[in-house]
């Protein structure tokens, strides 16, 4: 789970968008424990979902010693 938290917290960092498909892992376990979370945007009219990073999910990167930024 924290090797998904982290791929996503890379790919945030780097302003690549991603989703399940994107990365390999407890997706599911993050969003159950509000690690990572969703927003509706609309671009063009259109309405697409933005995958990312949550404060919480974060910090426990941070005290687990992690120290990339998302």
Known sequence: ???TLRAACIK???CEPFGQ???NGSF???LNREFIAAKTIT???RKEVLWFVT???KNT???LGFTEAC
């Open 43 to 45: 671009i063009r009219g």
């Open 28 to 30: 599911t376990a993050l």
């Open 61 to 63: 990167l941070s005290k």
């Open 12 to 14: 945030q960092s780097n």
């Open 55 to 57: 404060t919480s999910g």
């Open 1 to 3: 789970m924290i090797k």
């Open 21 to 23: 498909v994107d990365l």
